[in-house]
């Protein structure tokens, strides 16, 4: 610790005389300063060490503002490539560097490295505000936009530089200098309580609670590999011989699934659900507040009645009114569904005697017990069929088929941590087109749920294509013992979704950064989420679906029943989901953005849409980190969005009768690949040949 203190204050008299980088001896060493000898030019993570950032990060900064200073000096008119191609250029560095950091803040950070973001966080939002209010770059790009339609442009620039304007407009050029003043405040202090929360709910997860069990009674009921999983846990927190459960998925879920004792069921869930909200130091309600207060100042600064409708514009659904009535659309059907549920389940509880009114902890349960009486299908009995790394081929199987590109284990790669696997992707000509990462379980460095993200996005320079660096991250069963990683089939689907993440990533070809598979937030769900559907269809289960021990493929039998199943518990499923959705929209569209008490608001806002106390939100306020620490504010409704679309697209393949139809294929891939280069709807239409239809997804989850 003390040590680092030292770099800073060392840093700070080296950027007073910033211009003369060489001079800094970090330099030297420091990886980020000089071009990367690895395969592919990926980041050399055993070289990086963490006081390799602030230098790095303070160049890059120093950098771009260097590249914009020589735009503003240009004394011939603006056009393209004088004004907007260096813009869109610019900030190379920074941008190699910070996305090394973040994703590492994400996926595998400790102390020191939350330290150095609570450091790097400000700067980079300093950053931003500097170059969207640098009145003489602003004054350029709009001379370049006014003029946009004479300046013989292509398609691809006409759209860069109206995105690129846009950005400037909503990162508030066009505000006044005192409401620009404001502004600066408003992102400085939005960004610091966002960080804030998320290191919260990243102690709350891992840190601050454990179900640790001494008497092995209470293991009762549950499955083999769950109890070796516990006992490597208690270990791990220094307590041998006992079993110990934690608040990630992969340890809670199996626990409430299972296990008959139903005080320790509460004690767990309730562990689960209080994150955030205990009162101690990761307490988030106060910073909730903050962040709701200075979001609807900052929208309202802007021009817009509410944070929502300043997020919404720029998506397909437009305003946030559309958003609400399509969740209002699926919100009454998905309800009554999660009733007759909850009757089913309760009846259960009733012939075995229980004289108790079923909780939210016993949901999982007991749906469990109906999903056997039903469907007689045991979570237990499909795990066997997905052992991680056959789900893998899996992933890599639907997408040779699909796209003709291959994935090949490259152990020269470096990575970021042991437990990462690297792949080189390759065309189907052998060509090399990007490299990704899979990073499957959790550790205590790392976020809870599951992401894909890059560490360089394909562009291109000097008409080179430089190709991408994407990585998958998830927080997936692990092996235990004797036992491989055997993943429910909820991880399944959240491989294939991720994967489907990565592929855009992969795929995309635009000719500029600012467009490069940029697409609105409820677009950005499609690619992700149809690849869901090849997940459970049989032809593909037959391929990747293999018994862990004796590698035959999963039974007839059995993925009928999965198929049979395939609606089951999608009441709550949905409900779940759209209880947060509209909790996202309450909070980002107040009537009083002043929220005094934000568990009574929570509890108010949920209670009105008539939601029912078995069934909480999939995310609480307290922990709901997509939109109070990621990108997802007002936005968490996306995923429904996305979903009518991936339905929808997924159909036209059933249609076809080929799964794996090669002019679709090829059509789906061009969406993927220019994603970027149209408004999402139209790019939608050219894919299908109309506008998507919501009763595929009504009928998907037994809605209609
Ligand atoms: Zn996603």
Redesign the pocket.
Known sequence: MRKLTIIFVGLVVALGTAAQKNENPLNRNNPFFNEYKTPFQVPPFDDIKLEHFLPAIEEGIIQQNAEIEAIIKISEVPDFNNTILPYDNSGELLSKVSRVFSNLNGANTNPEMQKLARVISPKLTKHGDDISLNPELFKKIKSVYDRKTTLGLDADQLRVVEKIYNDFVRGGANLSVADQAKLRTLNEALSKSSLQFGENVLAETNKNFRLVIGNKKNLNGLPGDVIEAAAIQASKDKMPGKWSFTLQKPSMLPFLQYAKNRKLREKLYRGYFMRGDNGNSSDNKKIISEIVQLRDEKAKLMGYPNFAAFVITENMAKTPETVDAFLQKLWVPALSKAKSELKEMQSIVDKEGGHFKLQSWDWWFYAEKLRKAKYDLDESEIKPYFKLENVQNGIFYVANKLYGISFENRNDIPIYNPEVVPFEVKEANGSHLGVLYLDFHPRDGKRAGA??TTYRSQKYRDGKKITPVVSMVMNFTRPAGSVPALLSFDEVTTMF??F??ALHRLLQDQPYDRTAGDVPRDF??LP??IMENWASEPEVLKVYARHYQTGESIPDALIAKLEKSRQFNQGFETVEYLAASILDMKYHTPANPSIADVRLFEKVALAKEGLIPEILPRYRSTYFTHIFSGGYSAGYYV?IWAAVLDADAFQAFKESGDLFNPALAAKFRELLTKSGSDEGMKIYTKFRGKEPDIKSLLQRRGLE
Do not use: A, L
Request: hydrophobic content about 20%; charged content about 20%; overall charge negative.
């Open positions: 992401w894909c979704h991720e489907g993440h950005v769900e992700s989420q995923y």
